[in-house]
């Protein structure tokens, strides 16, 4: 790997364009960054890490005016920067890309650029001129452009440029990125690193927040690593080690996770054969099969957009098939996701911000949703609070969810706590206690809600819909035969069929760790494992078999052995199947 970063500008030699003093900022009892000071220098990338919930996101949110430090004041190119004003911090030239783009894709890159930019009745005036100005920045940091192109029509790499393209036209100077690569292809990762070298050779300063320790290197000149609110370490990049890093993260080493093929691969418990779904759909299936085992893991790699979506929303009750066959067991899979969920497919959405969560609603409802109406938290029309509760104060403790508890907004907690929520959800079958019916149920007027009001509120959740039947969690006659074992987890409540899109997209190292190690111990306790993860290091670490998504079509599941990373490569990019047997 060739290094991006040009020789790091020496201390003192390049003027300070960033100064951070003491910056704290609370909510409630949490302090989210606490008394931190830091500076940027023109020409510099200083990376920003941190564990999850370590305070990266508020820190910069500050930055960008929308939020209010509690204490500390910001300096920006010398000048004290007025808070809670992100109009002012873009006038004195910071930039932010965000991890999820803001941008309108029914209207053109130009468009998109100029949006906030300029009152609407100027755009028509000033086109010509404005087309000119960003083709000439485009030409300056190496971005190629086309400003008529739809915005829905591009690529994640190419949404992403138009952000960084926004940015600058709007004369940043300060570009603050909030784990760009976490959606880009390697390649398209690739690309931003030359477009960010580029960058800083023009003397822009770069703020980079990533979990990907090894790029994280790579990239920046710098690092700051702040851990519960606090910075604890800053070092030059060079001559620091991932393995420090982690250690500065979390306190303790971390190991990687390692690869642990299955030991016991059971009988077929899902089946496609020769499926696709509907054309004109930009992400589709193109005549896939595939057969899913219980205590096996088949990890499916792929550049995103490549119908990746399209199969884990089938498997999910989301989509239907327009060709061929689906089998969960020995019937065809029902288009019901509340049947799905309620009869052990348990499934980790890749967009945890769409469908993951319910960010109005509290941890605990959202720890439930998706089991609402079974025995374990509802009785009749009242939902076991108490039961509810319990069982998410379990989750938040079994997958470290951190931020605030069961009773916590869930939009309150970091975005990689979020995402161990969902997790949680999926993947923690409830306790004995909480399936027993003599349990205390929560009546009017003492401690419950009705089922149907907090059912109304998880409504916009999950394209699942929550209103299952009251489906016991047990073998329903129905559901998938294929033996004892997914049967005994079903009974037990813990999924069968696991279904995880993107399972660690925006975790920290040791939060990968910690749910990687969870879809292999549901796997050697019998459930069928489907990773789809763009992520290399993921599928080659998780596979027992591999397979690889291209325009909609997959190869030939085949043991993770036969695979290379070159091999996964070539067929990534539609050569053959691209294994190497
Ligand atoms: N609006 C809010 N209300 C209450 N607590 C909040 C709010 N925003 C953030 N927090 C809390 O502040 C802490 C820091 O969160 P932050 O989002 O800054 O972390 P992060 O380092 O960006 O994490 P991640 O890597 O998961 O994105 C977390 O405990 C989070 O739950």
């Known amino acids: 790997m060739a290094a991006v970063n040009p020789a ?48 990266k996101s508020t820190l910069v949110s500050i930055l960008f005016g929308h939020y209010v430090a509690d204490e500390g004041q910001i300096e920006v190119f010398g000048q004290p920067l007025p808070p809670g004003n992100p109009r002012a911090a873009l006038a004195a030239g910071i930039g ?157 080493a971390v190991a990687a996770p390692e690869r642990h093929p299955s030991q016991r691969v059971g009988e077929v418990v899902c089946e496609l054969a020769g499926v696709s779904t509907p054309a004109g759909v930009r992400d589709r299936l193109d005549n896939v099969s595939l057969r899913l085992h219980a205590g096996e893991i088949v990890a499916v790699a792929g550049v995103s957009g490549n119908g990746q979506v399209a199969l884990a929303e089938l498997l999910c009750g989301v989509r239907s098939a327009s060709e061929g066959d689906v089998r969960l067991g020995d019937q065809g899979l029902p288009a019901s996701p509340a049947w799905l969920v309620a009869h052990g497919v348990a499934r980790i959405p890749e967009d945890r ?58 939009r309150s907690l970091s975005g990689g706590n979020m995402q161990k929520l969902i997790l949680g959800r999926a993947l923690m079958a409830p306790e004995a206690d909480e399936t027993m019916n003599e349990d205390p149920v929560a009546q009017p007027g003492s401690a419950g809600e009705p089922v149907t009001w907090v059912d109304s509120r998880l409504r916009g959740n999950v394209g699942v819909g929550v209103s299952a039947p009251n489906a016991a969690v047990a073998c329903a006659p129905s559901a998938p035969s294929g033996g004892s074992e997914p049967c005994q987890q079903r009974n037990r409540g813990a999924p069968f069929l696991i279904v995880a899109h993107q399972p660690t997209w925006g975790l920290d190292i040791g939060a990968v760790a910690y749910v990687q190690q969870q879809l292999i111990a549901a796997r050697d306790a019998g459930a069928a494992v489907l990773v789809i993860s763009d992520d290399l290091e993921e599928v080659m670490t998780l596979g027992d078999r591999i397979a690889v998504m291209h325009h909609g079509r997959l190869t030939q599941a085949l043991p993770a052995e036969v695979w290379t990373r070159e091999s996964i490569g070539l067929a990534m990019a539609g050569h053959g199947s691209g294994h190497a047997a």
């Not at 302090?31 to 305070?55: P, Q």
């Not at 100077?173 to 398209?188: G, K, N, S």
């Open 96 to 252: 932010m890309v965000h991890q999820h783009f803001t941008l309108a894709d029914n209207l053109s890159v130009l468009d998109n650029v100029l949006m906030g930019t300029e009152p609407l009745w100027r755009w028509r005036s000033r086109r010509a001129e404005a087309r000119a100005r960003l083709l000439a920045v485009a030409g300056r940091f190496g971005l190629p452009v086309v400003p008529d192109a739809l915005v829905g029509s591009l690529s994640v790499g190419e949404r992403q440029r138009v952000e960084i393209l926004k940015a600058l036209y709007r004369g940043a100077r300060i570009l603050i990125l909030d784990e760009p690569t976490a959606v880009l292809t390697p390649q398209e990762s690739e690309g931003l690193f030359d477009t960010l070298s580029q960058m800083v050779a023009q003397g822009l300063s770069i703020i980079f927040i990533s979990h990907k320790l090894a790029e994280v290197l790579r990239v920046s000149h710098r690092v700051a690593v702040l851990r519960q609110g606090r910075l604890v370490a800053e070092a030059p990049a060079a001559g620091t080690t991932p393995a420090q890093l982690a250690q500065w993260m979390v306190g303790h």
């Open 353 to 410: 911000h769409a469908v993951g969560v319910v960010g109005d609603l509290p941890v605990w409802e959202n720890a439930v949703s998706e089991r609402l109406r079974t025995p374990a938290f509802s009785r009749g029309p009242w939902v076991r609070r108490d039961a509810a509760r319990r069982h998410a104060q379990r989750v938040i403790d079994a997958f470290d969810v951190r931020g605030g508890g069961p009773l916590a907004a869930a």
């Open 8 to 55: 790091p500008p020496a201390p003192g030699e390049r003027p300070t364009v960033l100064r951070l003093d003491g910056i704290t900022k609370r909510f409630g009892a949490l302090v989210a960054n606490d008394g931190i000071s830091l500076t940027l220098r023109e020409g510099e990338v200083l990376a920003l890490l941190g564990e999850n919930g370590a305070g």
